[in-house]
């Protein structure tokens, strides 16, 4: 059966609290952030709201839980009101009035990021870009999707898939995540190796200033060489320079053959001699290959009731096949898993073709964050590091954890070089964070890596991007945060340090 890797995956990874019950600690009181000198939200400023929104005014202090609330449940925020519109003039005025009453705002997508980037710290307005989903327009000969911010990326694939098309990208939470929100974090996930990122595929977009104009970047060209290419500022900006309301974005044909290789590793460093080996006999076929540990796997069992397809091994590494021969995609990945097992790089493996087996493997490795907010409360770290020296961060972090933390996991696109560091505690603790952090930063850095890969540094990790960039570097995108929002009134506390 020849079937699309979107429709292969399994269910997408929901939006899921760990503990609804628990009390998730104030950000404020938690970080000991000291808030700016913003307005705050009065009657009048409501009514404002009202009069451009109408009932998509939300006030209610039950429904307002879950725009204050990251969805691992380590944030929480104060605001009092968040904001529902529907097209780009509702935000530009809203952001004109905000800009006047020096009201800061947080924009939030699908509320599915890791770092705390769309949640508000203190009682910022919330503008939920949530009911912007529509699409406007699909062009099948020249591959290219025009849209508003807040379609789900789920729904788009789908979509374009019923024209022999895809969404260039692929997260675990790509039934919640919206594609602004992608956008704005230049999230990466599962097809990077394959596809780029989204600075190469993004061909236009349209964002709110935060005084209201709106900039109007909006192309379906992929070549236009006039100017500064303005769009690749907001690109992984995290809503902090402006907010986008449309893009445009490159989506390549989808492929007709599908197929996995789930295959069981001895050591790290025969996982990485596997990657070399798929790259080597799969080259243009090859669309993602990930890995993942004992404990990742454990922890899918036992949370999950997933099914390991094969024995258990110290790491697993799974390597996908996209094309468009299904005979001719068989027989190059039947000749890389002979030459592996031959030259015992792996200890066990499967292939999968059918529906059933494909969807049960990607779903070991997609859904271990969800297993994880099962465990308990969950320290995730989103890395870049050379190949050589990935693992060796897991196992010194679960060295010095291993006393106070439940379990230290680490899996990834080992195809990128991205590294997801999981530490999981009983509890939310001060204790076990001070011997997580700045430990992972200054071994990153040490090893001359990045300490955000593809989750954005948000609030979480604002005050350590020097770990990564350069004062020189911080300084010119504290001159463009001014430029482009002098009122600092776009999503702060976030991305750019605070001391």
């Given at each position: 059966m020849l079937l699309s890797r979107r429709l292969l995956q399994t269910q997408s990874v929901r939006v899921l609290a760990r503990d609804s019950s628990s009390v998730v600690p104030l950000t404020s009181a938690h970080y000991s952030v000291k808030r700016h000198d913003f307005a705050r939200v009065t009657e009048l400023d409501?009514?404002?709201?009202?009069?451009?929104l109408g009932d998509r005014v939300v006030t209610n202090a039950s429904e307002l839980e879950s725009y204050n609330t990251d969805w691992l449940r380590n944030l929480r925020g104060q605001s009092t009101v968040a904001l529902r519109p529907k097209t780009t003039d509702e935000v530009s005025r809203i952001l004109a009035h905000c800009s006047k009453r020096r009201i800061a705002v947080v924009p939030q997508g699908g509320n599915t990021g890791l770092v705390g980037g769309s949640n508000p710290v203190?009682?910022?307005?919330?503008?939920?870009l949530s009911l912007m989903?529509?699409?406007i327009s699909v062009d099948e000969v020249a591959g290219t999707l025009v849209c508003q911010s807040g379609c789900v990326l789920e729904s788009l694939d789908a979509m374009l898939a019923?024209?022999?098309?895809?969404?260039?990208?692929?997260?675990?939470?790509?039934?919640?995540?919206?594609?602004?929100?992608?956008?704005?974090?230049n999230a990466g996930g599962l097809r990077l190796?394959?596809?780029?990122?989204?600075?190469?595929?993004?061909?236009?977009?349209?964002?709110?200033?935060?005084?209201?104009?709106?900039?109007?970047?909006?192309?379906?060209?992929?070549k236009d060489n006039t100017g500064y290419d303005l769009k690749q500022l907001f690109i992984g900006a995290e809503?902090?320079?402006?907010?986008?309301?449309a893009i445009s974005v490159?989506?390549?044909?989808?492929?007709?053959?599908?197929?996995?290789a789930f295959v069981g590793c001895r050591s790290f460093e025969a996982v990485r001699q596997t990657y070399l080996m798929a790259k080597r006999f799969l080259g243009e076929i090859l669309s993602a290959v990930e890995f993942m540990d004992a404990a990742s796997m454990q922890l899918v069992e036992k949370n999950l009731a997933l099914h390991n397809p094969i024995s258990p091994q110290p790491f697993y590494v799974l390597a996908e096949t996209s094309g468009s021969s299904d005979a001719h995609d068989k027989m190059k990945l039947d000749t890389f898993f002979e030459y592996i097992m031959k030259e015992n790089l792996i200890n066990d493996g499967s292939i999968a073709t059918d529906y059933t087996k494909l969807r049960n493997m990607w779903a070991l490795r997609e859904r271990i964050t969800e297993a994880l907010t099962r465990e308990g409360v969950t320290y995730k770290y989103d890395v870049s590091l050379p190949m050589a020296v990935m693992y060796d961060l897991v196992m010194e972090t679960r060295q010095r954890c291993v006393s106070m933390a439940k379990c230290t996991v680490g899996y990834g696109h080992i195809g990128d070089g991205n590294l997801h560091l999981n530490i999981v505690g009983e509890t939310h603790s001060k204790q076990l964070l001070q011997l997580i952090?700045?430990?992972?930063?200054?071994?990153?850095a040490r090893h001359r890596g990045s300490i955000s890969a593809e989750h954005g540094l948000g609030f979480k990790k604002a005050d350590y991007i020097y770990y990564s960039k350069s004062k020189e570097a911080v300084n010119v995108m504290k001159s463009l945060k001014q430029l482009f929002d002098p009122q600092g009134i776009l999503n702060p506390y976030k991305t750019l340090p605070q001391q």
């Open positions: 409501l009514q404002e709201f009202r009069s451009i203190f009682d910022e307005v919330v503008l939920s989903n529509e699409v019923k024209r022999g098309l895809m969404m260039p990208l692929d997260l675990g939470a790509k039934g919640s995540c919206q594609i602004g929100g992608n956008l704005s974090t190796m394959r596809y780029g990122s989204l600075h190469g595929s993004i061909l236009g977009i349209e964002v709110v200033l935060s005084d209201g104009k709106v900039l109007d970047l909006m192309s379906t060209l992929r809503g902090t320079l402006g907010v986008v309301t490159l989506t390549p044909p989808r492929p007709k053959a599908v197929n996995v952090e700045p430990f992972v930063f200054e071994w990153t």
